[in-house]
């Protein structure tokens, strides 16, 4: 009996050592997550690694037996012909941001931090590739993207802009920042101008004999509101506040590309990729796809992606915002004629 309670005195406190053990790491690794995802996290992604993978089983999927065989023979020819290549000259690896712009840009976030881990590791002969879409939005918030982008240039590094669907106002100005632009076809670029608007309720708040007071200090701190009267001096304060954005717009973009005719592209119109390649406001025709797939057979194409902590309250704001950009698109898309 004494044997059995010593045994089971040491089993106890066996279990207590061991569930303190446990307590400790869980505490540790909670708060190591807890700072994890309250910063964020960077994935890092080899496009070139999953394009061979997909190609190989392919490969496998449809050649015979002998067919196969010998594709991997030549498969690991060229790979070691590759590598001593490799040795002799230096490439540079080539690293791929998406930026998928909402009305606020508040995508520049993550953007901020995937240019400064590209920085942090980049060397001579890399360049880097941006995936823009967006329609536009805040100037402030656009012109923080567009800086983030400028960080490149002034580093050096090569920087190209593809535009699949849309990069217009703010997201052109974002594009043009690029030492090269690609667009699709009918990608939908320029909108150089800049626009405001809202609703006023001041005659139906009269209407119901509702009174709505508004205390400034400063003859415009104020323009246009939404409930108040509204004056011609203020209307006029407020477009002259949007001209001198405009200007500000077209001197930007004048500093990238030096050799568009502002006078005929700035006027806030947009144009199809077709239509944009003559008048200067992209490079090429292409597809993002085309330009990855043709750098991924001779160099390492790496995909950044940062993907920042959010809490539900940002999640649930950051759709509306996205909806709201989305409309904004569609209503650009459905205002061209087919």
């Not at 040491?10 to 995802?37: E, G, M, P, R, Y």
């Not at 209407?207 to 246009?224: M, N, P, S, V």
């Not at 011609?232 to 405009?246: M, P, S, V, Y």
Request: net charge neutral; charged share 25%; glycine share 6%.
């Amino acid at each position: 009996m004494e044997f059995l309670y010593e045994y089971g005195m040491f089993l106890a406190k066996a279990v207590t050592i061991v569930v303190a053990i446990i307590a400790v790491v869980i505490v540790v690794l909670a708060s190591t997550v807890k700072h994890k995802s309250d910063k964020g996290e960077l994935r890092i992604t080899n496009l070139s690694e999953e394009l061979a993978e997909l190609k190989h089983d392919l490969k496998a999927e449809l050649l015979s037996k002998k067919q196969f065989k010998a594709y991997e023979k030549q498969l690991k020819a060229e790979e070691k012909a590759k590598e001593k290549a490799a040795d002799e000259t230096h490439k540079g690896k080539v690293f791929v941001v998406d930026f998928k712009g909402s009305i606020d840009a508040a995508e520049v976030a993550s953007l901020r931090e995937e240019i400064s881990a590209i920085l942090a590791i980049a060397e001579k002969g890399d360049e880097v590739i941006v995936n823009v879409e967006s329609g536009g939005g805040m100037v402030h918030g656009y012109g923080l993207a567009s800086s983030q982008l400028d960080r490149l240039r002034q580093a050096d590094i090569p920087l190209t802009v593809c535009v699949d669907k849309v990069a217009a106002s703010g997201g052109y100005m974002m594009a043009c920042v690029a030492n090269k632009i690609y667009a699709a076809p009918f990608a939908i670029v320029g909108s150089i101008g800049v626009v405001a608007q809202l609703p006023n309720f001041n005659r139906l708040l009269k209407k119901h004999e509702i009174d709505y007071e508004q205390h400034t200090a400063g003859d415009f701190k104020r323009t246009l509101t939404v409930f108040g009267e509204n004056t011609d001096e203020g209307r006029q304060k407020f477009q002259q506040e949007l001209e001198e954005t405009h200007v500000l717009f077209k001197a930007f973009v004048g500093k990238y590309r030096p050799e568009l005719d502002l006078a005929k592209v700035a006027t806030g119109e947009h144009w199809y990729g077709q239509q944009a390649i003559d008048l200067g406001l992209i490079d090429a025709i292409s597809t993002s796809d085309d330009v990855l797939m043709s750098l991924a057979g001779e160099r390492t194409v790496y995909k950044l992606h940062y993907q920042v902590k959010k809490k539900l309250t940002d999640k649930i704001a950051h759709g509306v915002s996205l909806s709201v950009n989305a409309i904004f698109n569609r209503l650009i898309e459905k205002n061209r004629p087919m």
